[in-house]
């Protein structure tokens, strides 16, 4: 399953970071109005379905270590959410976007989308749970990596880039591990429940797409 995911996750993770909003944020050419957009949605509606997604597979998990795993995941990705609201309104100064004390934005249309697909996916089956919460998982990562090693230092996006990288090498831990148990779930798994767990993979990859086509338009819903 890992050198499926594998094969998979190479060709999916160069599509995404060859987006132009990720290749605007590197070069520094990107509109300041899709960053905020990109932040704003990731903050108040992409991060936090995905702390709940990872405490409802949790609940569902079979085995106590992945419930651990999910838990733990689950608790410090809700433990981030403050950290994350504090740093929004000094992006918006920075970029001179977000009037002061507006509102936060309903989640545009992709948005939406892609958080209900993680929080529903478990109820098909805890496989396609964890499928679910693999790209953003790992493509975060593979993102990460991408904008560490070719974004322009000097560049105007340069100081958002450095606080969106995580420090250390938690991440890396936490990718590993989170990989290690959708083997294990795999090897455990029926045969419907593995398909679930990969086409559940490849839903969430496009989501994951889609969220970055989704900042760079500006998407808003139409009525």
């Known amino acids: 399953m890992r050198a499926e995911l594998a094969a998979a996750a190479g060709p999916l993770a160069a599509r995404i970071t060859g987006h132009p909003f990720w290749d605007g944020l590197r070069r520094g050419t990107l509109p300041p109005a899709a960053l905020w957009h990109f932040a704003e949605q ?53 970029l001179g976007t977000a009037a ?8 545009a ?24 919460l693999l790209p953003m998982t790992w493509f975060h990562l593979l993102v990460c990596e991408d904008l560490a090693e070719r974004h322009d230092p000097n560049g105007r996006y340069a100081f958002w880039i450095a606080r969106y990288l995580p420090e250390g090498d938690y991440l890396e831990h936490y990718v ?18 593995r398909d679930d767990l990969l086409t559940c993979f490849h839903r ?4 994951e797409w889609n969220f970055a086509e989704s900042a760079y338009n500006r998407e808003s819903w139409p009525v």
């Open 176 to 193: 590993e591990s989170f990989l290690t148990m959708i083997e294990e779930v795999a090897a455990e798994s029926p045969p419907h429940e």
């Open 204 to 207: 969430a990859a496009a989501h």
């Open 100 to 107: 002061p004390g507006a509102a936060p934005a309903r989640p």
């Open 109 to 132: 249309p992709a948005v939406h989308a892609y958080t209900s697909f993680m929080r529903a996916a478990p109820a098909r089956s805890f496989a396609a749970g964890v499928g679910a």
């Open 42 to 94: 990731d903050a108040h509606h992409v991060v936090p379905a995905y702390a709940r997604a990872l405490a409802g597979c949790a609940a569902l998990a079979g085995s106590d270590a992945h419930g651990a795993l999910l838990a733990s995941a689950g608790s410090a990705t809700f433990g981030s959410l403050p950290r994350l609201d504090e740093e929004l309104p000094k992006l918006a100064a920075a």
